[in-house]
Every structure is written in C-alpha cells, then in structure tokens.
Nanobody, 115 residues
Framework: QVQLVESGGGLVQAGGSLRLSCAAS????????MAWYRQAPGKRRELVAS???????NYADSVKGRFTISRDNAKNTVYLQMNSLKPEDTAVYYC?????????WGQGTQVTVSS
C-alpha cells in the first residue's frame, strides 16, 4: 500500500505562485511514476504533469512553461511549482502514484486563483 498526502493549496491572485507538495509513504519502492492531476467543478479529472523514477517529465499543454514538477527521492516527496497562475487553473489538485496496474491517490488540495 502507498499513502499520499498533499499540501500547499490555497487562494492566490492571478499571476501569483503556489507550490504543492505530495509526501509518499508505505510501499514507495513500487511506484514507477508520480503525477499531479486536477479536477475543476463540472469537468473531468485531467493530467497536469508527471515525473518518472528516472526524472523524465511530461506536462499538459495548458501548463507548459508555467508549472514545474520535481521530486526529492530522499524525502519521498513530489512537488508542483505553479507560476503565473490563471483563474482557469482553479481546481482540486490530486497527487497520483502509479505502481504497475495500481493507481494511488491523495485526498486532494484546493487551488483557487482569483482574477
């Protein structure tokens, strides 16, 4: 089992920045990749960014150049640095860990960007 706990969400004005953190515990050796997803009201959950164990990253087109995903293996933590935030970035952000066919999710953290 893997447990994921997100933190760092909040309310920020457009153009501002936030950093989300996701602390992993449990059978973390089984996790091949970590990712951040988000879900806005009335919309489907979408992939924001992902990072493999080797450090390869992938971003949604909507956040390229503004968001950066990184990981600290010593702390078993993944980060999402979000800059130049826009109102359309408002959503609940979820941390995800993939271990084979298994997907683990955190409880989510709310990010609200005011215009």
């Amino acid at each position: 089992q893997v447990q994921l706990v997100e933190s760092g969400g909040g309310l920020v004005q457009a153009g501002g920045s936030l950093r989300l953190s996701c602390a992993a515990s449990g059978s973390i050796f089984s996790i091949a990749a970590m990712a951040w997803y988000r879900q806005a009201p009335g919309k489907r959950r979408e992939l924001v960014a992902s990072i493999t164990r080797g450090g390869s990253t992938n971003y949604a087109d909507s956040v390229k150049g503004r968001f950066t995903i990184s990981r600290d293996n010593a702390k078993n933590t993944v980060y999402l640095q979000m800059n130049s935030l826009k109102p359309e970035d408002t959503a609940v952000y979820y941390c995800n860990g993939k271990a084979g066919v298994l997907n683990y999710w955190g409880q989510g953290t709310q990010v609200t960007v005011s215009s």
